[in-house]
């Protein structure tokens, strides 16, 4: 109820609503979060009065929290920006880990050479919420010109970090930068544990240059069977020359689904080199399902072409025709 009522007041609150959203953003997690939000719309529309919340507030007290929110949705306009990143950096500081949060993204917002190293600072936090936010924010900062700032830092993260959720941050704020300086890093990190070897992947699907396929193609011969179909299915968007060539070897993969993909995502790029590839793994294809997927594939690549030869599968004769 308390929630609903916050998000009613940002829409509809006067200035007098801002007391109510300072007031209720250090509360649980649900009304935190309408707070934040009925906050971000009061500032909007009240920025003076907004600012007086931040003019009051000390970096260690109760209001820094609704003083960050309202530095970060003021940030274009702020008078003096430098001031706001000492209330921030001092603010990193706070007892309260939402409020260290906050500071992040607040800096971020902001930006600038100044808000960089604050936030490099927070990822010796001893909360993992707050070491987690300080990678998104290296990942936000700009300078003149919105050039990226916190490239060399998000590097340094994916190449050192042990925590892989921290690890896969990284990997994601670098893709979203879209640094080339990033490739090598990311096909490291494909020999490592399977959830990071994953986001690897899918961040340096996102790139575009030969390097990126070569990167991609290690992916293939990794130990866990869900990084192999990752990698299929983003070599598979990339379609370059060789997409067929690399992706054939997973017809013979140990793991049945590995095959059964393979065959799925061969079909659907057709040629003559992926139809001759299904046609000859399905002569020796002893697993059913495997066998009916590789037959579907054939039909799929050969209706593309116009060249039907193979019978379709057992699962889809039969079917009424739009």
């Known amino acids: 109820v308390v929630a609903a009522a916050l998000e009613a007041l940002g829409g509809a609150g006067d200035r007098g609503a801002l007391g109510d959203a300072v007031r209720l953003i250090s509360a649980g997690p649900v009304v935190r979060q309408a707070a934040q939000r009925a906050l971000v719309a009061l500032a909007r529309h009240y920025p003076a009065d907004a600012l007086e919340v931040v003019r009051r507030a000390a970096p260690d007290g109760a209001e820094a929290e609704a003083a960050a929110v309202v530095i970060e949705t003021l940030a274009v306009q702020l008078p003096d920006r430098e001031s706001h990143i000492g209330f921030l950096h001092a603010a990193l500081d706070s007892p309260a880990a939402t409020t260290r949060c906050a500071a992040l993204s607040a800096l971020a917002a902001i930006g600038g050479a100044n808000a960089l190293e604050p936030v490099a600072f927070a990822l010796g936090d001893e909360e993992p919420e707050v070491r987690l936010a300080a990678v998104h924010a290296l990942g936000m900062i700009t300078g003149a010109g919105g050039a990226p700032l916190g490239v060399e830092r998000l590097l340094e993260v994916a190449q050192t970090a042990t925590e892989p959720t921290l690890?896969?941050?990284a990997c994601r704020a670098l893709g979203a930068v879209a640094d080339p300086r990033a490739l090598p890093v990311l096909g490291a990190l494909l020999e490592r544990e399977p959830f990071v070897a994953v986001v690897a992947l899918e961040t340096l699907?996102?790139?575009?240059?030969?390097?990126?396929?070569?990167?991609?193609?290690v992916g293939l011969a990794h130990a866990d069977s869900e990084v192999v179909k990752s990698a299929m299915r983003v070599l598979a968007s990339a379609r370059d020359a060789r997409t067929v060539e690399r992706l054939s070897a997973c017809l013979d993969h140990v793991e049945w689904d590995v095959r059964r993909l393979a065959a799925e995502?061969?079909?659907?790029l057709g040629g003559d080199d992926a139809l001759n590839l299904l046609r000859g793994r399905l002569s020796v294809e002893a697993q059913e399902l495997v066998r009916d997927e590789i037959v579907r594939a054939i039909t799929a690549a050969e209706t593309t072409s116009g060249r039907r030869?193979?019978?379709?599968?057992p699962s889809l004769r039969g079917m009424r025709r739009e």
Do not use: I, K
């Open 265 to 268: 995502v061969l079909g659907a």
């Open 167 to 169: 690890v896969a941050a």
């Open 309 to 313: 030869r193979t019978a379709p599968p």
């Open 205 to 217: 699907g996102g790139f575009q240059s030969a390097e990126r396929n070569e990167a991609l193609a």
